[in-house]
C-alpha cells in the first residue's frame, strides 16, 4: 500500500506529538513511589547490595534524604502520606480501620485542581473484616468464592479522589494471585497463569501515564507497591541474582552496609555508630544457614523486580514526554518486617486457589506454595545502621530513603544528599504547593482540618533543616518524641528512653538518667499531644 506525503507527514505529526507531548499547563506531573517494608539501607544507593540500577539513577539525578520519617507501619503511614494528617488524625487508630471521610487525601484535592489522579498497588486505608467463619475466610482469601466489596465501597480509593485504581485494597497478598485486587469497585476475580503482582503495578502505571499525557492535564500518579512485604514469593529469575550473595549473613551484610554508607557520605562513623543486631542474634549461632539466607535472596529479588519496573516507568515518562516535569518520590512505609511466624488466618491463606496447602516457614522460599519471611535478625541488616524494625518508633522503624527526582527544577542539587528533617506528613503540603492547589475547608461533605504536615520545598529548595519544631510517634503503644537534637522514645510497655541524635542517631546512648528535667519536658509534651490524638495507654 501507497500513502501520499500529505497523509505521511499527517501520521508522523499526530504520532509525534503523541510521544513528546509537551503541556501548556506547567505544573509539574507528581508521582510517589512507595515500597512496602523495606529497609532504610536496601537500596544500592544508600548502601545496600541489592541491584537497583533505577532507583540509583534517580538518586545520582536527583537529591537523598537522610532524616526523611514515615509511621513505623503500613496503614498509619499511608494514611499521614495521603492526607498530611497524623494517622490518628486521619482515622487509623489500629490496623485495618477506615481512613476518616473528613480528612482530603492528595487525590481529592489535586483532582479539584484539575489533575488527573491515577492509584496502582496496595490500599489498606479500609476497614479489613474477616468473615465469621474461619473455613470460609480461608476459602475466600484462597479466591475460591466471592463475599462482596472487600470493604466499604465508599473508602475504596477510586471514590477518595482517584480516578483509576488497579490493586488490592487489603494489606497483605499472594503476588501470584492476590485476594482484593480490584479496577475501582469492580474486583478481578481470575488473573493469568503469569501474573505476578510487582509487574502488574508497573504494567498499570504505564497504561495510566500513556493515557494521562494524551491531553493537557498534569497527573498525580500513586504507585502503591506490595514489595517487599510478606510472603516472600519472587520470581525464580531474579531469586537467581541473590542464591549466593546471603550465605556470609546478617553480621556480614550489616558491616559491608555501614562500610558502603559511610563512603557514600550518608553516615559517619562518629555521630552513626553501628549498635549490635537487635535481635540479639549471631550469624555463627545460627542452624538454619542455608535456609535464612534464602529468605533475604527473595526479600531481595522483590526489590529488584520493583526496580526493573520503576525503569519502565521512567522510559514510559521519557518517551511520552513527561520525564523532565515530573516530580518523583520513593519512599518506604517502614522499616524492615521483624515479623515471622504467624499461622493462616485473617489475611494469611492456608493453601492456593487449586487447593495446594501453602508451606509456611519453608526451606525453599519464592513460589506461590511458600509463605515466609525475613525474620527480625535479617530485619536488623535490612535498617543498617538504625535499632529496631517495623512497628517500633525508633529510627529502625521510623526512617525511610527519600529520593525526589525533578529534572526541570533540580538541575542544580543532583547526586546531593539533604539532611534536612522530614515526615510523610509533609508530603501533601508539598504536593499542593507543587500544583498550586488549595486544601478544601469540605471534603464529602464534611468540614476538614488543616493538615498536620509543612511543604518540603523550603527543606529541598532553601537548605532549611526543618518547618517542625517537634515530631510524634505512636503505634500500638510504641512512642516517640523529638524535639530538635533530643528524641524521646519507648517500646511498648517499657520507659522512656532519651537521645541525642545530632551526637548519636543511632540511639545507642540513653541519657535519660542523666537529664531526667528533659525527659519530663518532653513527654509532657507528648502527653498533650497524644491526648489532642484520643490516644489511650
Known sequence: MKFSIPIIFTFFLLFGCHQQMKKTDERPNIMIIMLDDMGYSDLGCYGGEIQTPNMDYLAVKG????????????????????????????????????????????????????????????????????????????????????????????????????????????????????FSLVHNETEIDTV??????????????????????????????????????????????????????????????????????IELNLIDSLTYPLPENSSGKMWDDCNEKEKEAACMAVHAAMIDRADQGIGKIIDKLKETGQYENTVIFVLSDNGASYERGYPPGFDRPGFTRDSTLIEYNSDNPGDETTWNYIGNAWASASNTPFRYWKMQSYEGGTATPLIIHWPAKLVNYENSINRGIAHVIDILPTCIELAKANYPAEINGKKTNPPAGKSLLPVLLNNEMTTHDTLYWEHERGKAIRTGDWKLVALPGKNWELYNLTDDHTETNNLAEKFPEKVNEMNAAWTVWANDMKITE
Open 63 to 178: 537529591v537523598r534524604f537522610t532524616q526523611m520519617h514515615n509511621c513505623a507501619r503500613c496503614c498509619p503511614t499511608r494514611a499521614s502520606l495521603l492526607t498530611g494528617h497524623y494517622p490518628q488524625q486521619a482515622g487509623i487508630n489500629g490496623m485495618g480501620v477506615n481512613l476518616s471521610m473528613n480528612t482530603a487525601t492528595i487525590a481529592e484535592v489535586l483532582k479539584q485542581a484539575g489533575y488527573h489522579t491515577g492509584m496502582t498497588g496496595k490500599w489498606h486505608l479500609s476497614q479489613t473484616k474477616p468473615l465469621e467463619n474461619p473455613d470460609a475466610q480461608l476459602q475466600w482469601l484462597a479466591n475460591r468464592t466471592n463475599n462482596g466489596p472487600f470493604s466499604p465501597l465508599e473508602n475504596y480509593p477510586c471514590n477518595r479522589g482517584f480516578e483509576e485504581h488497579w490493586g488490592v485494597i487489603w494489606g497483605v497478598v499472594n503476588y501470584f494471585d492476590p
Open 192 to 261: 493469568a497463569d503469569n501474573f505476578y503482582m510487582t509487574d502488574f503495578i508497573t504494567e498499570k502505571s504505564i497504561d495510566l501515564i500513556e493515557s494521562y499525557s494524551k491531553d493537557d492535564k498534569p497527573f498525580f500518579l500513586y504507585v502503591a507497591h506490595t514489595a517487599p512485604h510478606w510472603p516472600l514469593h519472587a520470581l525464580p529469575e531474579d531469586i537467581r541474582k541473590y542464591e549466593n550473595t546471603y550465605k556470609k549473613g546478617w553480621d556480614v551484610i550489616r558491616l559491608e552496609r555501614y562500610k558502603r554508607m
